[in-house]
């Protein structure tokens, strides 16, 4: 902690609002703090070089201060007109050599949790890169942008909406649609959330839109989001209108439909309308008929037509109760033997199993019942 204490001591002392005040003043103490600032630096550098070869240790909260003071000093000292050109040429030299520890320092904060100090030294490296003295490299290396990025998520993490919305909303507007880094998806989806924290729901939705506009291929995503947010609030029916507006403008053949159409389908079997729901999985069926979500979704709408028919029928299974049962295993073995395919996580198998026991049990296929049941147990 002593040398967080130094770097605030030396990155708020009025040494440097001072100097840049008045002009012909002694800047010997703030040339001094910023020469103390890299001296610590240098030497925890080294002792971190010689860490993996040596039993030397180092410091390394200690090494990141001392160049955000270094750094933040530096700036100040050549903003007084004090030094000379090659004091001067000095000082720039060592900040390019050394810029990207910055944006390494705002990592090592992140991983501490300590996300202001995180965001500060993410800011101080993303106003080097785009000052005059930043050489060519440093203000054309991608790492700028991935520290933008860092900043929002560090902003995320503490209360000032604003400062948070501000920086997503800037690196989302600088950031390219793909990029190996990050998924921009989740930077939509991030400031949709900000919004939501602040209680703006419109711009809530309007964020995830503005999502679906940009990256037409993560439109599901985003529509699963805003759907979501709607039955949170106890809204089906506002629900249902989005999805209903979202199908009439999407082409059958596309995924998208698939999955529009899918959480329709879903959000009427919600609302215990099992005939609509039949219908419209059947008709996403009729497009996609090797899509998992609607083969399921259908399966389990007959599963669950067939338990509220057999409770009103005082548990008794008719035939036509019956033929639901069966309607529903079909579909959910052919799920199932799709999840094996593509070897689904044990959560997707355990989910079919549970309905398939239950089905099984109910038609009295004892056999059938037995081997889910054992699959179902397996750890």
Do not use: W
């Not at 008045?22 to 020469?35: E, H, Y």
């Not at 991983?111 to 500060?120: V, W």
């Not at 939509?188 to 959330?193: G, H, N, Q, V």
């Not at 609030?233 to 899918?262: C, F, H, R």
């Amino acid at each position: 902690m002593k040398s967080k204490l130094l770097l605030y001591i030396f990155l708020f002392s009025p040494i440097a609002a001072y100097s840049q005040a008045v002009g012909n003043i002694d800047c010997t103490p703030l040339k001094s703090a910023v020469d103390t600032a890299y001296k610590i630096f240098e030497e925890e550098q080294q002792n971190s070089s010689l860490v993996d070869t040596t039993q030397e240790k180092y410091d390394e909260e200690k090494k990141f201060t001392s160049l955000g003071t270094f750094f933040q000093n530096g700036k100040a000292l050549i903003n007084t007109g004090c030094l000379t050109s090659l004091e001067q040429d000095d000082i720039i030299e060592k900040m390019n050599k050394y810029a990207t520890e910055l944006s390494a320092g705002g990592v090592y904060f992140f991983n501490e949790k300590d996300y202001e100090t995180a965001l500060m030294f993410f800011g101080v490296y993303d106003d080097f890169c785009k000052s005059k003295i930043a050489t060519k490299k440093n203000r054309k290396n991608e790492l700028v942008l991935l520290t933008e990025y860092y900043a929002a998520v560090a902003s995320i993490y503490t209360d000032n909406r604003q400062r948070t919305i501000s920086l997503l909303e800037n690196v989302i507007r600088s950031s390219p649609k793909k990029n190996k880094s990050y998924e921009l998806k989740d930077l939509y989806y991030f400031l949709a959330d900000e919004y939501k924290k602040t209680g703006d729901k419109d711009k809530f939705v309007e964020a995830m839109e503005k999502g679906m506009n940009r990256l037409p291929k993560e439109k599901p995503f985003f529509m699963a989001f805003v759907v979501n947010h709607y039955m949170a609030e106890g809204n089906s029916q506002k629900a249902i209108e989005y999805v209903d507006k979202l199908l009439k403008k999407t082409p059958k053949q596309s995924e998208s439909y698939a999955a529009y159409i899918n959480m329709r389908a879903n959000l009427s079997a919600h609302q215990r309308d099992y005939k609509l729901a039949e219908d419209l999985y059947k008709k996403g069926l009729k497009e996609h008929p090797d899509n998992e979500q609607l083969t399921e979704g259908l399966g389990v709408a007959y599963a669950l037509q067939a338990q509220d028919l057999k409770e009103a029928n005082n548990d008794e299974v008719s035939p036509e109760i019956a033929q639901y049962y069966k309607n529903g295993a079909e579909l959910l073995e052919k799920y199932r033997a799709m999840l094996t395919a593509r070897n689904a996580p044990d959560t997707d198998h355990k989910r079919v199993l549970s309905y398939l026991r239950n089905i099984y049990y109910n038609l009295g296929m004892y056999k059938e019942f037995d081997t889910i049941d054992r699959l179902y147990y397996e750890d």
